[in-house]
């Protein structure tokens, strides 16, 4: 049995968070398991195990760890250089892995309190700056610095106390770890938001003067019956000149900020969620306005519907930019408004199939439950 978890470690080395499992990765699992369990009984100690766990807890292969853990709870002991997967899970930024953490109970402070042979807590883990390819998943550097306040206030929930001020080998606390590690990336992410609230600015101004004239011009006009084209235009331009000017003000503060630490966490984002939503509406506006302001001078020219069709699809172009700027702005939303749900499971994973009647899964769930023994 020993020499099958040998021959079968690399090919566990799998990356499951952005693909379904295959089904020749199942029968995998399941085979490892069963000689996994086969080797229990017969109480034979299987080194590979640990390294599977540890190689599984580095690439974030969460199915292959909920499995190990379904069938012995007391894997979640071992440790690696005195880090538990946990440690591991912080470390490299894998967010599921962390949130099985919400489901083991009480004991999750006793596994989260161990400390590793440089001193460094699991608050010192996640102080350092997160993997390359973790940043380069989220939209730019002030969205990355957010991301990265937020694994540091997750993993200070759980921490007692006396970790936050602990230092480490190198007499560091973990808030100066953290302010080291990510002082060039707090740079990065104040360039890269005042770049974008420079350019947007200038958007919002253009559109501000143009729908304010625009809109002092139609005020002279004083006819009694409007038709349904004037209101359009009426409203449309009243809606991009309130928008321009709110995203005017709102890029305005963004350039104004301190741009400290905590700033990244939610003022700037929200204050770009608001400029960028702001801006792209009154774009839309403007160039509804527009279209209803070429129908009004043109209506005589009715017998020419393709030149009113020609205009209408010309003045979708510069909508497109909210296109262009659709992944930017759906990132901002999801990691300001979406941020308390990264890492609490959509489910539960470790015992989920109580309810299909298995001995095992319900004495498993009431470990992961209530692990306290009672008297």
């Not at 106390?161 to 707090?186: C, D, V």
């Amino acid at each position: 049995m020993v020499t099958f978890f040998t021959l079968s470690i690399p090919g566990l080395k799998l990356k499951q968070e952005n693909s379904k499992q295959s089904h020749a990765h199942k029968l995998l699992v399941e085979q490892c398991l069963q000689a996994y369990r086969d080797d229990v009984k017969n109480l034979i100690v299987i080194p590979e195990i640990s390294e599977l766990l540890f190689e599984a807890a580095e690439v974030g292969n969460i199915e292959f760890l909920v499995e190990l853990i379904r069938f012995d709870f007391d894997i979640l002991w071992k440790i690696d250089n005195h880090r538990s997967i946990f440690h591991i899970a912080v470390e490299k930024r894998h967010e599921s892995i962390f949130g099985l953490l919400n489901e083991i109970g009480s004991i999750r402070d006793l596994i989260s309190d161990s400390i590793d042979k440089d001193g460094n807590n699991i608050l010192h883990l996640v102080a350092g700056l997160a993997p390359q390819d973790k940043l380069n998943a989220i939209s730019g550097a002030a969205l990355q610095m957010q991301r990265e306040l937020l694994w540091f206030k997750e993993v200070e929930k759980i921490v007692s106390p006396s970790f936050k001020e602990m230092k480490n080998g190198n007499g560091k606390t973990p808030y100066a770890l953290f302010a080291e590690e990510h002082e060039k990336l707090r740079k990065q992410g104040e360039e890269w938001m005042m770049n974008t609230a420079n350019y947007s600015m200038v958007v919002a101004a253009l559109i501000a003067s143009v729908m304010f004239s625009v809109q002092l011009a139609d005020g002279l006009d004083h006819r009694i019956e409007k038709s349904t084209l004037d209101l359009a235009f009426a409203y449309s331009n009243a809606i991009a000149l309130l928008f321009s000017s709110t995203s005017l003000i709102t890029f305005l503060s963004i350039l104004t900020s301190r741009y400290s630490y905590d700033d990244f966490l939610l003022s700037l984002p929200v204050r770009l969620m608001i400029g960028v939503t702001s801006l792209f509406i009154s774009i839309t506006a403007m160039m509804v306005a527009f279209v209803a302001s070429f129908c009004l001078k043109n209506d005589n020219h009715l017998k020419y519907p393709l030149i009113f069709v020609v205009i209408g699809l010309f003045a979708c172009v510069p909508i497109s930019y909210v296109l262009l700027k659709y992944r930017l702005c759906v990132d901002i939303v999801q990691s300001t408004c979406c941020s308390s749900s990264l890492f609490q499971p959509r489910q539960h994973l470790l015992y989920k199939e109580v309810s299909r009647g298995s001995p095992h899964m319900c004495l498993t769930a009431h470990a992961f439950v209530d692990p306290t023994p009672t008297a």
